[in-house]
């Protein structure tokens, strides 16, 4: 089963979809299986890291910043190659078995959308595979 969702992101930021991703696998009735969730977007990405300390999560985007700056010499005329880079940097997926009905999440792991390229409303994919 294929689910869509949208969501409204900051300027730059992860934003928690662990909720919408549990509620599709749920709604799916998969019990054994995997999901894969998708960001159409060239700007933004998925990635799965810690939910506990909201520092993580601002740590993240300084650090993304430190290492993808945006340079005076990209010849990209919309000014955002930095936010390209970091969309290809970290992916435009994660996979996330299903084991007894349930994401087969660590306890201190979280799915995030990243945002590096906001605020807009962006859309994500979460398709649901197995039995
Ligand atoms: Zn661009």
């Known amino acids: 089963m294929l689910f869509d969702f949208k969501?409204?992101?900051?300027?730059e930021g992860l934003v928690d979809i662990t909720s919408e991703v549990t509620e599709a696998v749920v709604e799916s009735g998969v019990n054994e299986g995997f999901?894969?969730?998708y960001c159409p977007h060239t700007?933004?990405?998925?990635?799965?890291?810690e939910?506990?300390?909201p520092d993580v999560?601002?740590?993240?985007?300084?650090?993304?910043a430190l290492s993808f700056p945006e340079l005076?010499?990209?010849?990209h005329s919309e000014g955002n190659s930095d936010a390209h880079i970091k969309s290809?940097?970290?992916?435009?997926?994660?996979?996330?078995?299903?084991?007894?009905g349930k994401l087969l999440l660590g306890t201190w792991q979280g799915i995030y959308f990243c945002e590096f390229d906001?605020?807009?409303t962006r859309k994500f994919y979460v398709k649901v595979i197995g039995g």
């Open 118 to 120: 906001g605020p807009r």
């Open 88 to 100: 290809s940097a970290v992916g435009a997926s994660e996979t996330i078995i299903i084991s007894g």
């Open 57 to 64: 999560q601002s740590d993240f985007i300084n650090g993304m």
């Open 72 to 75: 005076m010499t990209f010849r």
């Open 35 to 37: 999901c894969i969730v």
């Open 7 to 11: 969501l409204s992101t900051p300027e």
């Open 51 to 53: 939910n506990a300390d």
């Open 43 to 49: 700007t933004a990405a998925i990635t799965i890291n």
